[in-house]
């Protein structure tokens, strides 16, 4: 292991330092990709520092990236190196306060024997074969148009494709017209950020909330304003009145789950009018219901077209696949088109003609018939396992839809000693707390089902309640 050092006497905490120093190690290559660091028990004693000083700053470096955990204990090094080039660390420039604020979201490959990650679906439900002859006709019919770019807002026939999709399934007014393809949602919502925002603007956002959007209003020069949920979803009396842009999950608060009521759709809307501001409705997992029926979208009851719905198919397919759609206001169309054409100039051609025909071959119905009964499985023996836990130390949050189910966990220890046990026992978790960024964040835990077996889970949560208890 290498030599670290810590200093007392400097500002930074012991914790970061030991992160800084591990950190810049695996990134210049110091520490190479497979190195077991140190157990934590073990650096604890050689710097005279506590153990959660130490597992502070090695679940940092696994929420991150640099470091994964192994089954049956272990901290691994991870491969984080950009390039061959052997002089990539070395550089004269330095990244704005803003961008260097960007904290790592993702949190990397997994290879813990139970994956409880938000944000990931099953790799196993990926209908390949289909998948392959969408992209193969896709080609073929583009083969003559290779030689362009295209059209920015995408290919007319596959936003007609969209434009069926989303009316059918979830009930959204669109037009082809106004529909513009996308790299997924994140990218939809900066374009309209762009577009819509001027520096300094005040743009609004759940909190707890996803944090990426966060990242890319504040990019994008807004005052990101963090506004509290309920159990009815965003709590529109506390919404800045100077907003210009607001960012909701209606369908499925991220991460409490909340659905945005009926009365508090329409009262957001009227707090629209009257502010004149901006709504941007991010529908990203509403594919997947399990009970209750999907309220009307925000985009449906607006009456003056404020209001952006934004689409993706991170979930219903692969977020590796970076694809996901805008449906706009028509009269935005030509702005955010142009901001589009400045930003990535068009939409991936091929992916987005294998979606159009994968759409039209009747394939996307298919696979979510299939993806729905798979995770609605899931879904119940999540909600059993979570019902069977000691009442107090894990509370499940009524959530009927999506990829995940929240859980508070009050009597928790703190994260680092939770992290640590979890790695212990093979098990890897979404923390509550990094989808905190304006308040006082809340213990718990987002549990993801997208990833796990479903046989996994009920040995899972007997290994969270075993971490939560100690
Ligand atoms: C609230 C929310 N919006 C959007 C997305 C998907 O974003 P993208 O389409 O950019 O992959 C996610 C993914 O986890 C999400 O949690």
């Given at each position: 292991?290498?030599q670290l050092?810590?200093?007392?006497?400097?500002?930074?905490?012991?914790?970061?330092?030991?992160?800084?120093?591990?950190?810049?190690?695996?990134?210049?290559?110091?520490?190479?990709?497979g190195?077991?660091?140190?157990?934590?028990r073990?650096?604890?004693?050689?710097?005279g520092?506590?153990?959660?000083?130490?597992?502070?700053?090695?679940?940092?470096?696994?929420?991150?990236?640099?470091?994964?955990g192994?089954?049956?204990?272990g901290?691994?090094?991870?491969?984080?190196?950009?390039?061959?080039?052997?002089?990539?660390?070395?550089?004269?420039?330095?990244?704005?306060?803003?961008?260097?604020a960007?904290?790592?979201?993702e949190?990397?490959?997994s290879?813990a024997?139970?994956?409880?990650?938000?944000?990931?679906v099953?790799h196993?439900?990926?209908?390949?074969?289909?998948?392959?002859?969408?992209?193969?006709?896709?080609?073929?019919?583009?083969?003559?148009?290779?030689?362009?770019?295209g059209?920015p807002?995408?290919?007319?026939?596959?936003?007609?494709?969209?434009?069926?999709?989303?009316?059918?399934s979830?009930?959204?007014?669109?037009?082809?017209?106004?529909?513009?393809?996308?790299?997924?949602a994140?990218?939809?919502?900066?374009?309209?950020?762009?577009?819509?925002?001027?520096?300094?603007?005040v743009?609004?956002?759940?909190?707890?909330?996803?944090?990426?959007?966060?990242?890319?209003l504040?990019?994008?020069?807004?005052d990101?304003?963090?506004?509290?949920?309920d159990r009815?979803?965003?709590?529109?009396d506390?919404?800045p009145?100077?907003?210009?842009?607001?960012?909701?999950?209606?369908s499925h608060?991220y991460?409490?789950?909340?659905?945005?009521?009926r009365?508090?759709?329409?009262?957001?809307?009227?707090?629209?009018r009257?502010?004149?501001?901006?709504i941007?409705?991010d529908?990203?997992?509403?594919?997947?219901?399990?009970?209750?029926?999907?309220?009307e979208?925000?985009?449906r009851?607006?009456?003056?077209?404020r209001?952006?719905?934004?689409?993706?198919?991170s979930?219903?397919?692969?977020?590796?696949?970076?694809?996901?759609?805008?449906v706009?206001?028509?009269?935005?169309?030509?702005?955010?088109?142009?901001?589009?054409?400045?930003v990535?100039?068009?939409?991936?051609?091929?992916?987005?003609?294998?979606?159009?025909?994968f759409?039209?071959?009747?394939?996307?119905?298919?696979?979510?018939?299939?993806?729905?009964?798979?995770?609605?499985?899931?879904?119940?023996?999540?909600?059993?396992a979570l019902?069977?836990a000691p009442?107090?130390?894990?509370?499940a949050l009524?959530?009927?839809?999506?990829?995940?189910?929240t859980?508070?966990?009050?009597?928790a220890?703190?994260?680092?000693?939770?992290?640590?046990?979890?790695?212990?026992?093979?098990?890897?978790?979404?923390?509550?707390?990094?989808?905190?960024?304006?308040?006082?964040?809340q213990?718990?835990?987002?549990?993801?089902f997208?990833a796990i077996?479903?046989?996994?889970?009920p040995p899972?949560?007997?290994?969270?309640?075993?971490?939560?208890?100690?």
């Amino acid at each position: 292991m290498m030599q670290l050092f810590l200093d007392s006497t400097r500002d930074r905490s012991m914790s970061d330092q030991l992160y800084d120093q591990l950190a810049e190690a695996i990134a210049s290559g110091r520490l190479v990709p497979g190195t077991r660091l140190m157990p934590t028990r073990a650096v604890a004693a050689d710097l005279g520092v506590s153990r959660s000083t130490v597992t502070g700053a090695y679940m940092r470096l696994v929420a991150e990236g640099y470091v994964e955990g192994r089954r049956g204990g272990g901290s691994i090094v991870l491969d984080t190196r950009a390039g061959d080039d052997p002089h990539w660390t070395s550089t004269a420039l330095r990244a704005t306060p803003l961008a260097a604020a960007i904290g790592r979201y993702e949190s990397g490959l997994s290879s813990a024997r139970y994956d409880l990650t938000a944000g990931r679906v099953d790799h196993r439900l990926f209908p390949l074969a289909e998948w392959k002859r969408s992209m193969n006709r896709a080609l073929t019919s583009l083969a003559d148009r290779l030689g362009r770019y295209g059209d920015p807002a995408g290919d007319g026939e596959v936003r007609a494709a969209l434009a069926h999709w989303v009316a059918r399934s979830r009930a959204v007014a669109a037009r082809p017209e106004q529909i513009v393809i996308t790299r997924g949602a994140a990218h939809a919502i900066d374009l309209v950020a762009r577009t819509l925002l001027s520096p300094g603007d005040v743009a609004a956002v759940e909190e707890p909330g996803y944090p990426p959007v966060i990242a890319l209003l504040r990019l994008a020069g807004a005052d990101v304003v963090g506004v509290p949920v309920d159990r009815n979803g965003i709590v529109v009396d506390a919404i800045p009145e100077n907003a210009r842009l607001v960012y909701v999950t209606p369908s499925h608060q991220y991460p409490l789950g909340a659905v945005l009521s009926r009365e508090r759709r329409h009262a957001l809307l009227r707090w629209a009018r009257r502010r004149d501001a901006g709504i941007i409705e991010d529908d990203y997992d509403s594919e997947f219901r399990y009970s209750s029926r999907p309220l009307e979208p925000l985009q449906r009851l607006d009456g003056d077209g404020r209001v952006v719905y934004v689409g993706t198919f991170s979930k219903v397919l692969s977020p590796a696949l970076r694809l996901g759609f805008a449906v706009l206001p028509i009269g935005l169309v030509p702005a955010v088109t142009a901001v589009r054409r400045a930003v990535d100039f068009v939409p991936p051609a091929a992916t987005a003609a294998a979606m159009g025909s994968f759409i039209e071959s009747g394939a996307l119905d298919r696979h979510l018939r299939r993806a729905r009964r798979e995770y609605a499985t899931r879904y119940r023996m999540l909600r059993a396992a979570l019902s069977e836990a000691p009442i107090g130390l894990l509370t499940a949050l009524p959530s009927d839809a999506g990829l995940h189910i929240t859980a508070m966990t009050p009597d928790a220890p703190s994260d680092e000693i939770l992290m640590e046990r979890a790695l212990e026992r093979g098990l890897q978790l979404s923390l509550l707390h990094r989808t905190y960024q304006f308040s006082e964040p809340q213990p718990g835990v987002v549990l993801g089902f997208g990833a796990i077996a479903g046989d996994d889970i009920p040995p899972a949560i007997h290994r969270l309640v075993e971490c939560l208890r100690g």
